[in-house]
């Protein structure tokens, strides 16, 4: 029997509470099916016996408190919602338990967001996380010391793992499964909960933004010049005549203040760009190509795919509404 701990902190988000739950247990009723022992035990567990979520709209009635837990397998940390910061500092409680239980063999596993308070610990410092790709910014600036990894779905270190974004925390549940019960009762699972089983990136998913949350001046101008002029070619070289700049002066404090170097930042506008037209738009792949600056068919593909993981077909059939069928 495998002691699963599910946390009920003050900003979980009660979906990511649930989710595991349902997942262990429809494990252990197929187990169960096949004349076998169920593998999971799952408890809920707070500070308190009720916690009170989403600004009191929800209350979970937790199985037991942390103080009285003296072992546990696995202990999953949900999604925080809210404030970011806050959320943390009012997670601060469990943060010792969560070591000492990690020392004494727990593995630990956290679900979106919930990387936040997982990084907390120090148990990520030198490990590969990934956590939801809108909050990469805020959390490379707040654990410089974890290395994040945001097109990962799923990471697996030192009996450490972390998910992607929202829903994909369902694959980490999977994986999981998988890992503990064996691929058969992780397939019943995907398929009852309609969960793709193999989706190992969130490349897909991620919408380039763009840092500007930093206070140099001349690298905004060389951003917006970027996000202004996307269907033109655009060099390094242009951008360090027009600010007046040395290659090396602009290449180091371009990337300092937005953690992309300057040509990452050109390709990854580009195809932003590129990606709401196939997303909006009946033009053919050449016709978004030209459109967004580039000239060569098969850079434009290698570059769309890099940053995306999929193929500019691949990613047009998948999100266009002309391919919805109503």
Same mark, same amino acid.
């Given at each position: 029997?495998?002691?699963?701990?599910?946390?009920?902190?003050? $900003?979980?988000?009660?979906?990511?509470? $649930?989710? /595991?739950? #349902?997942?262990?247990?429809?494990?252990?009723?197929?187990?169960?099916?096949?004349?076998?022992?169920?593998?999971?035990?799952?408890?809920? *567990?707070?500070?308190?016996?009720?916690?009170?979520?989403?600004?009191?709209?929800?209350?979970?009635?937790?199985?037991?408190?942390?103080?009285?837990?003296?072992?546990?397998?696995?202990?999953?940390?949900p999604a925080i919602e809210g404030?970011?910061?806050?959320?943390?500092?009012?997670?601060?409680?469990?943060?010792?338990?969560?070591?000492?239980?990690?020392?004494?063999?727990?593995?630990?596993?956290?679900?979106?967001?919930? *990387?936040?308070?997982?990084?907390?610990?120090?148990?990520?410092?030198?490990?590969?996380?990934?956590?939801?790709?809108?909050?990469?910014?805020?959390?490379?600036?707040?654990? /410089?010391?974890?290395?994040?990894?945001?097109?990962?779905?799923?990471?697996?270190? !030192?009996?450490l793992y972390t998910s992607g974004?929202?829903?994909?925390?369902? !694959?980490?549940?999977?994986?999981?499964?998988?890992? @503990?019960?064996? #691929?058969?009762? *992780?397939?019943?699972? *995907?398929?009852?909960?309609?969960?793709?089983?193999?989706?190992?990136?969130?490349? /897909?998913?991620?919408?380039?933004?763009?840092?500007?949350?930093?206070?140099?001046?001349?690298?905004?101008?060389?951003?917006?010049?970027?996000?202004?002029?996307?269907?033109?070619?655009?060099?390094?070289?242009?951008?360090?005549?027009?600010?007046?700049?040395?290659?090396?002066?602009?290449?180091?404090?371009?990337?300092?203040?937005?953690?992309?170097?300057?040509?990452?930042?050109?390709?990854?506008?580009?195809?932003?760009?590129?990606?709401? @037209?196939?997303?909006?738009?009946?033009? +053919?792949?050449?016709?978004?190509?030209?459109?967004?600056?580039?000239?060569?068919?098969?850079? @434009? #593909?290698?570059?769309?795919?890099?940053?995306?993981?999929?193929? /500019?077909?691949?990613?047009?059939?998948?999100? +266009?509404?002309?391919?919805?069928?109503?």
């Amino acid at each position: 029997m495998k002691d699963i701990t599910i946390l009920a902190m003050p $900003d979980s988000n009660m979906a990511s509470i $649930d989710n /595991p739950r #349902r997942g262990f247990l429809a494990a252990n009723e197929f187990l169960k099916q096949k004349g076998q022992q169920p593998l999971f035990k799952i408890q809920i *567990a707070g500070l308190e016996k009720e916690v009170k979520l989403s600004n009191g709209l929800f209350s979970i009635h937790t199985d037991t408190t942390i103080d009285k837990i003296k072992k546990t397998d696995l202990i999953i940390i949900p999604a925080i919602e809210g404030d970011i910061h806050g959320a943390v500092s009012r997670s601060k409680e469990f943060i010792p338990w969560i070591i000492k239980h990690y020392h004494k063999g727990a593995e630990i596993a956290s679900l979106c967001v919930g *990387a936040f308070v997982l990084a907390s610990t120090g148990l990520l410092n030198g490990k590969n996380c990934s956590t939801h790709w809108r909050a990469a910014h805020d959390f490379r600036k707040m654990f /410089p010391d974890v290395e994040l990894i945001t097109e990962k779905v799923i990471t697996d270190e !030192n009996s450490l793992y972390t998910s992607g974004g929202a829903f994909s925390s369902a !694959n980490l549940i999977l994986y999981l499964i998988e890992k @503990f019960a064996g #691929r058969e009762p *992780a397939i019943l699972c *995907a398929k009852i909960f309609q969960v793709d089983l193999e989706r190992q990136t969130q490349s /897909p998913f991620i919408i380039f933004q763009g840092q500007k949350d930093h206070n140099d001046e001349q690298v905004k101008q060389a951003q917006e010049f970027i996000e202004n002029n996307y269907q033109e070619k655009i060099s390094v070289d242009q951008l360090t005549t027009k600010l007046a700049l040395s290659r090396r002066n602009l290449e180091r404090r371009f990337k300092k203040a937005t953690t992309n170097t300057v040509v990452e930042y050109i390709q990854r506008v580009k195809i932003e760009a590129a990606k709401k @037209f196939f997303e909006s738009s009946a033009k +053919n792949i050449n016709e978004v190509m030209y459109d967004v600056g580039y000239s060569d068919n098969k850079a @434009f #593909r290698n570059v769309f795919r890099k940053i995306t993981g999929l193929s /500019p077909v691949e990613y047009k059939s998948k999100y +266009n509404k002309a391919s919805y069928a109503y």
